[in-house]
């Protein structure tokens, strides 16, 4: 629970300075594109912040987010933000269960009303009256309703949360549907990514506890700083795609020289997310780097976008539409790459028709 | 593989000067003649910047090196080096396995994280009146000394 000191107050009785505090948020500041004088503002704004209240919910998920927070590659720094917040409920880590659980949720609420934020993981079933994700006899939405009531925010992580992800692709079997249908006007932000990258969830929890306000966001609610840009815009292989150089299979002479994989089905031209910048597992590296494409992860409707494998031109639904204001238009290299790729699939898709019609 | 992609990485090569070095240079001194004007400082975050590691040799050997280095233990390694230039500090922050996690140059008459911040000297005012009184010694939570210290 929370309490009346300060962030910095408390710390300190750990042992944990506010040099601490200043390298942290420098960090911070850096990851968010922050100009490095928002460093002492930030610092300062968590030292005097009071300890947050947050109540996690978890509805039709994986777990994945859960992991990808807490298995941060750099815990010094980032488990900083578990002794930043109050997590009063959360099913994977909290100790208590069953009704000692549902009751710490609703303490909770009411000592914090109206200050407490809401974290969401998974998407919320609606279909048949919502029976088929529940939690203490409570359909996930009405506990959603019914703990977003009081809440400052809500935090909707990971794509299940923020546009449905894998419960809501075709044919959609429970009725999923992203958070954002059902908090109304409450302040919302969309951290998605399947998972998210670790960064991107504890720099917006820290933003929010030092300035009092959620980061600036894009149309679809998420923030900028780490969802301003797609992958391809800071891909390292861009400058390939540029030249038109592109790898045709996994294993030929332009895969292994690094050359791009758009033609093999990447959607780093639609993807908004960091992970050509910040990398994973402590900057090591991220999908692309290690030889296959984006799968557009943390955009919405990535399951349904016709294929993994299937250049972006190729795709027949919404995700198609969304490159006419990508890649395409702006690279006449691209597009006549997409155009060869359509044609080359065309023509193996071809032969292979004709080879099973004569064996048939 | 993986060695074939990553010496695949496109242009400019680590070893190429791209001029970021002479725009840096420019902006420092902008930043030094704010710091006697007005007495206020500011910061470049190098990790922000497309800098190749020639960049990155040329600027610190253009600035030289100064007078005073400090290593801080807190969170990880930090190490603040005074460059030749006074006033003006390459600082270079690691989490706890090493890894660079923030590396910018500060304008400033010493860097902030140096200095022991009021409300942590109040804080050991108080520790140490009660190792005086109990005549015990300093002790510090084992699960935050990577964090603290």
């Excluded at chain 1, 030249?243 to 690094?258: C, N, P, Q, T, V």
């Excluded at chain 1, 089905?265 to 910040?278: S, V």
């Excluded at chain 2, 190429?16 to 030094?32: F, K, P, R, S, Y």
């Excluded at chain 2, 942590?120 to 009660?130: G, M, S």
Aim: hydrophobic fraction near 40%; glycine fraction near 10%; charge should be negative.
């Amino acid at each position: 629970m929370t309490n009346s000191r300060t962030l910095g107050q408390q710390l300190q009785q750990k042992g944990i300075s506010k040099r601490a505090f200043l390298k942290y948020s420098a960090y911070l500041a850096s990851i968010m594109a922050l100009p490095p004088s928002a460093g002492s503002a930030l610092a300062s704004g968590l030292a005097n912040a009071r300890r947050q209240a947050v109540i996690w919910l978890s509805f039709q998920e994986c777990t994945g987010c859960t992991e990808s927070l807490t298995r941060s590659y750099s815990p010094t720094l980032e488990d900083l933000i578990f002794d930043f917040i109050s997590l009063d409920y959360h099913h994977t880590l909290q100790a208590a269960s069953g009704e000692a659980a549902e009751n710490a949720r609703r303490q909770s609420m009411q000592e914090n009303k109206g200050n407490y934020i809401v974290v969401v993981d998974g998407s919320v079933p609606t279909k048949d009256g919502g029976v088929y994700s529940m939690i203490a006899g409570q359909t996930n939405a009405d506990m959603l309703r019914e703990t977003i009531e009081d809440a400052a925010a809500v935090i909707a992580v990971g794509t299940c949360a923020a546009f449905g992800g894998l419960p809501f692709a075709n044919p959609n079997p429970t009725g999923a549907v992203p958070i954002s249908e059902l908090v109304g006007d409450k302040p919302l932000v969309n951290i998605p990514g399947c998972p998210p990258i670790p960064e991107a969830m504890s720099g917006t929890l820290a933003h929010l506890l030092a300035f009092g306000k959620i980061p600036v966001l894009d149309d679809r609610h998420r923030p900028k700083a780490f969802y301003g840009e797609t992958i391809h815009d800071r891909c390292y292989r861009r400058p390939f795609y540029e030249k038109g150089l592109f790898a045709k299979s996994f294993d030929d002479e332009g895969a292994r020289k690094g050359w791009c994989l758009y033609e093999l089905g990447c959607k780093g031209p639609i993807a908004y997310n960091a992970c050509a910048t910040l990398k994973w597992n402590g900057g090591t590296s991220y999908p692309i780097q290690s030889g296959h494409g984006c799968f557009a992860c943390a955009s919405p409707n990535f399951w349904d976008q016709g294929g993994f494998y299937n250049p972006l031109s190729s795709a027949t639904n919404d995700m198609a539409r969304n490159l006419v204001g990508a890649a395409v238009t702006g690279a006449a290299v691209g597009a006549g790459a997409a155009f060869l790729a359509r044609r080359r699939q065309d023509r193996q898709l071809a032969a292979s028709q004709n080879k099973a019609e004569d064996t048939s | 593989m993986t060695s074939l992609i990553n010496n695949a990485l496109p242009s400019p090569a680590e070893t190429d000067l791209t001029g970021l070095v002479d725009a840096i240079m420019q902006e420092l001194a902008g930043l030094l003649d704010q710091l006697v004007t007005s007495g206020e400082g500011g910061a470049i975050d190098l990790r922000s910047l497309p800098m190749t590691a020639a960049d990155r040799n040329a600027l610190k050997s253009r600035l030289g090196t100064g007078e005073v280095e400090a290593t801080l233990n807190v969170a990880g390694i930090s190490r603040i080096q005074e460059t030749g230039i006074f006033g003006i500090w390459w600082i270079r922050h690691e989490d706890a396995d090493g890894r660079v996690v923030n590396e910018q140059i500060a304008v400033t008459q010493i860097p902030a994280i140096l200095m022991a911040h009021s409300d942590d000297i109040a804080f050991a005012r108080e520790q140490l009146t009660l190792i005086i009184e109990t005549g015990s010694k300093l002790e510090i939570d084992p699960a935050v000394q990577g964090i603290a210290r």
